[in-house]
């Protein structure tokens, strides 16, 4: 059996701590710098989710949010952390109430339907966030039900609830489907809870039945796949759009991700929410 050569295990291992390193780069604009400093801007935004929230291994709509120029004197927070479950969430909402929001933007999901799909999936969250209970449909309801609660019962934000997205573009494989299974979750929680509600999910679904000559390719779980893109990102002139077209997807990057495509998609449906009259 030949060995791997050292000079190839060091590159491996240093492309490796290059992805980590943008992947998990606290964004600037988070809740306890945001707390640290000026809080006075109003309205206080908080965008609460998981990596397609955080921006930095796929397109970064909060920040795009940001900078638009009816905003300017908004207080816009970005509380994204890549891997988070619904779980994650709860443990972490006191800076969010402490911040006393005005609104809520809350985006998550995609990780809890990842750890319902296999063992492999479950035990990576598992390792991760030392997860003691299974991730199930249940924990995914009565978690959301207990955020949104807390907010509400802390907070007199707006709380607007989305759909997980797509995950891979294909309609007909069981991750999609468990995706599908997710927004309607959701869908269910916020009609229950009386919060509003963006339906990222099903807007995705719609566009993509609207390009019927586009290969539907489906999420297959592969680290190193999703790596190698975000590596690209950070150290070619490839935009979102190029990684997610050169791996196969239309409104992803890597299956999982939002390039700008759905991202533009999903900034413009939660501008409809802040501008509106």
């Known amino acids: 059996m030949k060995r791997i050569p050292y000079f190839l295990i060091f590159l491996l291992l240093t492309l490796e701590s290059c992805v980590i390193f943008q992947a998990t780069k606290v ?3 988070n809740t306890k710098n945001t707390l ?3 809080v006075s801007k109003s309205p206080k935004i908080v965008f609460l989710g998981d990596s397609i929230t955080h921006g930095r291994v796929s397109y970064d709509y909060v920040e795009s949010i940001r900078n638009h120029p009816k905003l300017q004197n908004a207080l816009v927070v970005n509380e994204g952390i890549n891997s988070r479950l619904t779980v994650q969430i709860l443990e972490e909402l006191d800076s969010v109430i402490q911040l006393k929001p005005d609104y809520v933007f809350l985006l998550i999901g995609t990780n809890d339907l990842k750890a319902t799909l296999s063992q492999e999936e479950y035990d990576r969250y598992a390792s991760l966030w030392k997860l003691k209970d299974p991730v199930t449909e249940d924990s995914f309801v009565r978690n959301l039900n207990l955020i949104i609660e807390r907010i509400q019962k802390n907070t007199k934000a707006k709380i607007i609830v989305s ?3 797509v ?3 294909d309609p007909k494989s069981i991750p999609f ?3 599908k299974r997710f927004a309607e979750l959701t869908k269910d929680v916020c009609a229950k809870q009386k919060v509003s509600y963006i339906p990222l999910h099903e807007t995705l679904t719609k566009e993509l039945e609207l390009l019927p000559n586009l290969p ?3 999420y297959v779980q592969s680290t190193w ?3 190698w893109t975000i590596l690209k990102y950070y ?5 979102w759009n190029d990684l997610g077209e050169s791996n196969g997807y239309y409104f992803l990057t890597d299956a999982i991700h939002l390039n700008e495509r759905g991202g533009k998609i999903f900034e413009q449906m939660i501008l409809e929410t802040l501008l509106s009259p």
Do not use: C, F, H, I
């Open 167 to 169: 995950l891979g573009e």
């Open 216 to 218: 539907k390719k489906a």
């Open 235 to 239: 150290s070619t002139t490839s935009s």
């Open 177 to 179: 489907l468990r995706s």
């Open 163 to 165: 759909s997980p997205p």
């Open 36 to 38: 640290a400093g000026d």
């Open 225 to 227: 796949s999703m790596y």
């Open 27 to 29: 964004p600037s604009n």
